[in-house]
């Protein structure tokens, strides 16, 4: 069965510290990554997807994609205590079939 | 851009009730997804559509859930009789369906569903 795995948490990081999220996913055939935030009671919002090995950077948020691994990461510059939230990974497997993660919740200490 | 729109955003009924879950997706887009997340479970994709055309109803759980698209701009979700155990949050999703960054899922706010 294709899965995404993710640690559930809770990850705690103290405030302006790097936050890291990782992910790891069983389906080769798996083409594009996508970060997604979660706060309690609300529904998942894209942060940013990645589909190319290497690094992609977006504000203080970077992704990180390594398909010899298949292994995917969401690092958070300067954590604030706003970024406390679960982040779901999800992985698109090139038709619609999208596979999530259960999710890593992230708690940033002020 | 007005966003997925789902309705109703909270709902309690009785076990044996009937439950319509109601979804506006975004303008433009092709695909509509619903999922249903618990916290055993995580995200459960439930029925997938395209251009209003049922693809993948493989995780609707039971005859007792079903699924329709009348035409691009709205879907339902109901669950007839409901139990106890169909209370979760369920998100209605849409995509352009084109290309990497146009299968970019966006969320409604959820319908939370509470059967008692």
């Known amino acids: 069965q294709k899965e995404v795995e993710q640690n559930s948490g809770p990850l705690s990081v103290p405030e302006g510290a790097i936050a890291s999220l990782n992910c790891t996913y069983s389906?080769?055939?798996?083409?594009?990554f996508f970060w997604y935030r979660q706060y309690s009671g609300k529904s998942p919002e894209l942060i940013m997807f990645?589909?190319?090995?290497g690094d992609k950077e977006d504000g203080r948020f970077t992704a990180q994609l390594n398909k010899a691994s298949q292994y995917v990461s969401l690092l958070i510059r300067d954590s604030q205590p706003s970024d406390s939230a679960t982040y779901l990974c999800?992985?698109?497997?090139?038709?619609?079939?999208?596979?999530f993660g259960t999710g890593t919740r992230l708690k940033v200490l002020a | 851009d007005a966003g997925v729109i789902q309705s109703p955003r909270h709902e309690v009924t009785e076990m044996g009730q009937e439950v319509t879950l109601r979804c506006k997706p975004i303008?433009?887009?092709?695909?509509l997804f619903w999922y249903r997340q618990t916290m055993m479970r995580g995200l459960e994709l439930l029925i997938y559509?395209?251009?209003?055309?049922?693809?993948?109803d493989s995780g609707m759980p039971e005859d007792r859930f079903s699924a329709k698209m009348p035409n691009a701009s709205f879907s339902t979700l109901k669950i007839q009789p409901s139990e106890p155990r169909d209370s979760a949050v369920y998100f209605c999703?849409?995509?352009?369906?084109?290309?990497?960054?146009?299968?970019?899922?966006?969320f409604g706010e959820g319908s939370w569903l509470t059967v008692v």
């Open positions: 999703a849409s995509s352009r369906g084109q290309g990497i960054s146009g299968n970019t899922i966006y």
């Open positions: 990645i589909y190319s090995n």
């Open positions: 999800a992985a698109w497997t090139g038709t619609y079939k999208y596979i």
């Open positions: 303008s433009g887009h092709n695909s």
């Open positions: 389906d080769r055939g798996s083409q594009s």
């Open positions: 559509f395209n251009n209003n055309v049922p693809i993948d």
